[in-house]
């Protein structure tokens, strides 16, 4: 079953950093990426995310609306909304 993507709005790409605006409608992924940056998200919505991992593993984590959290660049993994509603967060890639 194919899924719908996450909308993606670059607000900044330039020498020192990307921020990235992520939107998603529920069941809306990602696609598998690999991050080649460090990068801190944060949350506009609650985010209910289900982190498909390599290796066929998967985790459920909760990232409420303000937090944020940050992640060294190599992560690799799909992002999808496991909620019933849209959710958005913003990325910022340090360069």
């Known amino acids: ?3 719908p993507k996450a909308t993606a ?3 900044i790409d330039d020498d020192k950093v990307r921020v990235t605006r992520f939107d998603f409608e529920p069941e809306a992924e990602t ?3 690999k991050h080649g940056f460090d990068y801190v998200i944060t949350a ?3 985010c209910p995310m289900r982190l498909e991992e390599p290796g066929g593993t998967s985790r459920d ?3 409420k609306a303000g937090e944020s959290y940050r992640r060294s ?3 690799e993994h ?3 909304n496991n909620g019933t509603s849209g959710m958005s967060f913003v990325e ?4």
């Open 61 to 63: 984590v909760l990232v």
């Open 9 to 11: 709005t670059q607000m």
């Open 1 to 3: 079953m194919s899924r």
């Open 78 to 80: 799909n992002v999808v």
């Open 92 to 95: 910022v890639e340090l360069k």
């Open 31 to 33: 696609g598998w990426h």
């Open 73 to 75: 660049r190599g992560v």
């Open 44 to 46: 506009v919505t609650d």
